[in-house]
C-alpha cells in the first residue's frame, strides 16, 4: 500500500531532470553585448533620477522647517507645484532646448523649439542607439535637475512673495532660462567648444543658476517687514521646526548622491562603475567638511554653534563637489567642501549687512558654494583652466541675473509680486490659501 502512495512521487521526481533540460534548450535571454550598456546606464538613470527627485521632500522640509509657522503651507504648496510646473515645461520645451542634438535654432547658443518624444514601446522599429541609454531615463534624469533649479528660488522669496507670479517666473525659469543656459555646456554649446567649461554635474549650471534667479527676486521684492530696523539692526525670525529643516538637510544629503554619481551619464564598464563609487565617496565628505567647517566657524564666532549654519554649511559643501566630485582624493574634496562651509557663515552676515533678506540662506549656499565649486575644478582636474571657468561663471550669471531681473520686474509691474503688509503679518498661509499647517499652533 505504501509503495503505490509512493509511485505517483517517484514519477514527479523523474520528471524533474526534464524539466531542466527543456530549460536548458529554450531560447537563450542574454541581452547582446552592445545592449547591456544600454541597458545598465538607462537603469542608473532611473534610480539616480528616482534619488534626485527625492530632492524634492528635501528642499520642502528644509523651507517648512526654516520659515514661520505661518508659513509652512505656503512653502509646502510651492514646492510641489513648482515640480509639476518643471515637469510640463521641460517636456512641451525645456529638454530640447537643452539638447538640441543637430537641431541649433542658433548654432551652440539656441536650441530646438519642440516637445520631447520617446522610443515605441519596446523600442520596436525605432532608429536607437542601443549603446547609450534611453531617451525616456536620460529626460526623466534631466528634468530633475530642472526642477532642483526652481526649488532653489522658492526658499529665498518665502514670507512675502504671492503664489502666482512666484508659479509664471517658475514657468519662464523651467522652460527657458535654465535649459538655454544649460545647453551652453552640457548640450554642447559654445561654452563647451569654445571655453572648455567644466561642470561636472552643475555647480554654475544648476545651482548659481537658481542663485542669481532668486538673487534678482531678492532685490526686486524686498526684505520681510521688521527684518531690519532704521538704525542697522538685524531681527532674526527664528525657523518654525528645526527638526524638519535637519530631516530636508539629511534627505538632499541623500539625493546628492544621485544628482553626482547619475551625471557619469554611463554605467557600461567596469571604470564607469568605479568611478560612480569614487562621485558617491567624495560627494559624502565634501558635505561632511561643509557641516565641520561651519560648526567650527560659528563656534569661534557667536562662542555658540548654529545649527542652521552647519545644515546649510553641510549642502554648501554638497554644492562646491558637485562641478567635480570625481577627480579630487578624499582630502581634497573634504577641503574644498570645507571653504563652501565657511562662506555660508560670512556670507549670510554680509547679505543681511546689505539688506538681502534670504529666509533660508540659499543665495549663499547655491550662489556663492556654487562659483566657488566651479573655480575649484582647477585645483584637481588638469583639463580645467581658470580662464575657461571664470568666464563660463560670467557669462551664465549675467545672463541670468539679467533676465531673472526682467521678468521679475515685469511681474512687480504688471500684476505686483509682493502681498500686502496686512497678508504678511497674517501669514501667506491664511492670506493666501486660507489653510494653515499647525492650525492649533500658529503664532507670529
Known sequence: MQIKKLLPLAAAAALVPA????????????????????????????????????????????????????????????????????????????????????????????????????????????????????????????????????????????????????????????????PIQASWKWGGGFLDANFGFLDFAGSTVVHSVGGWAALAGALVLGPRIGKYTK???????????????????????????????????????????????????????????????ALIATQLLYKKVDLTMVLNGALAGLVSVTAEPLTPSLGAATLIGAVGGVLVVFVVPMLDKLKIDDVVGAIPVHLFAGIWGTIAVVLTNPDATLGGQLISIVIVGAFVFTVSLVIWLALKAFMGIRVSEEDEVMGLDRSELGMEAYPEFTNS
Open 19 to 178: 524539466v531542466g533540460f527543456a530549460q536548458d534548450a529554450a531560447v537563450d535571454m542574454t541581452p547582446p553585448n552592445e545592449e547591456i550598456g544600454y541597458i545598465f546606464t538607462t537603469f542608473m538613470f532611473l534610480v539616480t533620477g528616482f534619488l534626485v527627485m527625492w530632492m524634492g521632500a528635501g528642499f520642502s522640509m528644509l523651507e517648512a522647517g526654516l520659515v514661520r509657522s505661518k508659513n509652512v503651507t505656503m512653502q509646502l504648496l510651492k514646492n510641489i507645484a513648482l515640480f509639476s510646473i518643471a515637469a510640463l515645461m521641460y517636456y512641451l520645451v525645456g529638454y530640447n532646448l537643452m539638447y538640441p542634438g543637430d537641431g541649433w535654432t542658433i548654432t551652440n547658443v539656441l536650441g530646438a523649439f519642440s516637445a520631447t518624444t520617446l522610443e515605441p514601446v519596446g523600442v520596436a522599429g525605432a532608429d536607437t542607439d542601443l549603446t547609450y541609454a534611453s531617451v525616456g531615463s536620460d529626460f526623466f534624469f534631466q528634468l530633475m535637475f530642472c526642477a532642483t533649479t526652481a526649488s532653489i528660488v522658492s526658499g529665498t522669496l518665502a514670507e512675502r512673495i504671492k503664489l502666482w507670479p512666484f508659479l509664471i517666473f517658475t514657468v519662464v525659469l523651467t522652460g527657458l532660462i535654465y
Open 231 to 293: 538704525d542697522g539692526r538685524v531681527n532674526a525670525f527664528p525657523g518654525s521646526n528645526l527638526t524638519l529643516a535637519t530631516l530636508g538637510t539629511f534627505i538632499l544629503w541623500l539625493g546628492w548622491f544621485g544628482f553626482n554619481g547619475g551625471s557619469q551619464l554611463y554605467m557600461d564598464t567596469a571604470g564607469n562603475v568605479a568611478d560612480i563609487s569614487r562621485i558617491f565617496a567624495n560627494t559624502n565628505t565634501g558635505a561632511a567638511g561643509g557641516a565641520i567647517a
